[in-house]
């Protein structure tokens, strides 16, 4: 059994490029990499490495380097990966990790050596890792929100509506995922957003400063302002958005710490987000609503009948029509065409998918049904709608 956890270190060191470590009972037992740089920098850090007791974590020290930790979950073997920095190690950072260490300076060209053989992650995308190799070593799943985020993170801010004075990640990756993210805020789609954050990412961030607090923060500003227009768009009352904007902006200037700009950065956007949800809910909208939305924007893209709905709330179906008509002054059919119709909308000008795509995307049983229903409820075709708000945005 030992014998696989050392295959499994070496195979990620040489899968990853980064070093890997691997220890029996807390006992070094070996370093897998292609280049060597002594002390080891992991050593100094292996008591906060080793203070997490779940069986994967990750540790970042003040210059920034991370480290992630696996325990086995069946025996008492550890692997450490790591270190990792989220850019490009610079001359000023060498020189914090040399003094740290205890080495003289004149080392400063090996020890950069060395950093050149390790690839950069940002921290997301290192966590993906992490939630990858836990999977395999110890057959859990756990999502970079686990790790990342926290319970804590997500709870909502309680933020005066219109009077704020508190002194308190865009996705700059490919124009495609930044307007799925945006088109998220815009209508309000918590779940989706949850789960956009969730997926391994792909690309890394363009570079935009010289360190990497400095990258986040400017991250967060380029978030801010994208998020702000879309939540605007999507019914929120500009002066709120704006405060809300600035009041995170703030926020960010007063960290100096990676990870807490990390998490502020999905924080935000989730905030975002939430509002429109409940802005596009309506003040008074039943759980029985919330819990019918939330259904149909799961099945999409099947054919959804009152009888699925009624099966999947547990009610009699002639009752449950009876009480969301009373509820919401429409038949839950008709409701059912306005979800899919609204995602229509979002789809056309977040996607460049055809209308045959979204058409099969919503379970419409031809492009000609989707066209027709579209043009019924929203007075202009699909084509006409995506032309007319591609340009507008």
Request: proline share 4%.
């Amino acid at each position: 059994m030992l014998q696989d956890y050392e295959f499994l270190a070496k195979s990620l060191a040489s899968l990853s490029a980064l070093p890997v470590r691997y220890y029996v009972k807390g006992e070094f037992r070996g370093l897998y990499h292609h280049a060597k740089f002594e002390p080891d920098l992991a050593i100094l850090e292996e008591p906060h490495i080793f203070a997490e007791t779940k069986s994967v974590s990750y540790y970042m020290d003040e210059n920034l380097l991370y480290y992630g930790h696996f325990r086995s979950k069946e025996d008492d073997v550890s692997l450490v990966i790591g270190p990792v920095a989220p850019m490009q190690i610079d001359a000023k950072t060498i020189a914090l990790i040399l003094r740290k260490i205890g080495e003289p300076l004149s080392r400063a060209d090996e020890l950069a050596a060395y950093f050149s053989t390790i690839p950069s992650y940002p921290l997301r995308n290192f966590l993906q890792i992490l939630c990858t190799v836990n999977y395999f070593l110890n057959h859990e799943k756990t999502d970079v929100e686990d790790l990342i985020i926290g319970d804590e993170i997500l709870e909502h801010m309680e933020i005066p509506e219109k009077d704020i004075n508190i002194t308190e990640s865009v996705i700059h990756n490919t124009m495609e995922l930044e307007e799925e993210m945006l088109s998220y805020v815009e209508y309000g789609r918590t779940n989706d957003m949850k789960r956009f954050f969730q997926r391994p990412v792909s690309g890394r961030p363009g570079k935009m400063a010289p360190d990497a607090i400095r990258q986040q923060k400017n991250l967060i500003v380029c978030t801010a302002t994208l998020v702000t227009r879309a939540a605007i768009r999507g019914g929120l009352d500009p002066e709120t958005a704006f405060n809300l904007s600035d009041m995170y902006i703030q926020k960010a200037e007063l960290l100096n710490n990676y990870v807490a700009l990390t998490r502020l950065n999905a924080q935000m956007v989730m905030d975002f987000t939430e509002r429109i949800e409940k802005v596009r809910g309506g003040k008074n909208v039943s759980k029985l609503t919330i819990d019918i939305r939330n259904y149909i924007l799961q099945h999409l893209s099947n054919p959804i009948t009152t009888r699925d709905i009624a099966e999947y709330i547990g009610a009699n179906r002639t009752y449950l029509c009876k009480l969301f008509r009373e509820q919401n002054g429409i038949t839950i059919n008709r409701y059912i065409l306005n979800v899919k119709i609204e995602e229509a909308r979002r789809l056309l000008v977040a996607t460049n998918k055809s209308l045959a795509e979204i058409a099969f995307c919503l379970g419409f049983s031809s492009q000609s049904h989707f066209h027709n229903t579209f043009h019924r409820l929203c007075g202009t075709t699909p084509k006409q709608f995506r032309d007319t708000h591609k340009k507008s945005r």
